[in-house]
């Protein structure tokens, strides 16, 4: 299981009593749904409607993202979660490691390492400035994502190459 599932499975037995982790999103072919049969602490939630997920996420207080797969790059859920101004636990991999800036946006743990999943996860409930100090660094770079201020530059940026490529006389149609 590439994605980290069991390692995420197994940081959150350890956790207090107060904890759950909530699991959303397609399985891979390899997914072992039967770990989270008698699981104390975690529930499937199955796939989301991408309408439901800005709620989903506003619902929770991190996003525990292990995943070590190979191929990983900017995961959309990790954006979604910091333009929520959620912090996001991750593995140190791929794009991933690019995406998630530690200590100011989350952080990043050793691919693979339940016991590392755990620790970030315990340091941020005993650290609560820290938390908070991750909530508004998820949020501020959230913001670097966010289509519209980029629509905004290409849309001035296409602007400024029409006017000149104008012929003189001539005005540039606007769109």
């Known amino acids: ?31 072992d749904f039967s ?8 529930t499937y939630g199955g ?9 989903v996420l506003g619902e929770h207080d991190l996003l525990v993202y292990p995943s070590y797969y190979r191929s990983e790059g900017y995961p959309g859920a ?3 979660a910091f333009q929520c101004g959620l912090p996001v636990v991750a ?16 952080l990043l743990v050793e691919p693979r390492s339940a016991a590392e ?14 938390y908070r100090r991750l909530c508004e660094g998820a949020k501020r770079r959230g913001d670097q994502f966010r289509s519209a201020d980029w629509y905004d530059r ?20 606007r769109p």
Do not use: W
């Open 1 to 31: 299981m590439d994605k980290g599932l069991a390692e995420a499975l197994e940081a959150c037995r350890h956790l207090p009593e107060n904890c759950h982790l909530n699991v959303f999103g397609p399985g891979m072919s390899d997914t």
């Open 35 to 42: 770990l989270f049969e008698g699981h104390p602490r975690a």
């Open 47 to 55: 796939v989301l409607d991408p309408a439901e997920i800005p709620g």
């Open 78 to 80: 990790i954006l979604e």
């Open 91 to 106: 593995a140190r991999t791929g794009g991933v490691s690019e995406l998630v800036e530690h200590e100011e946006s989350g």
């Open 117 to 130: 999943v755990e620790s970030a996860i315990k340091r941020l409930l005993d650290e609560p400035d820290l």
């Open 154 to 173: 290409v849309a001035a940026d296409l602007h400024s190459l029409c006017r000149k490529q104008t012929p003189p006389g001539r005005q540039a149609k």
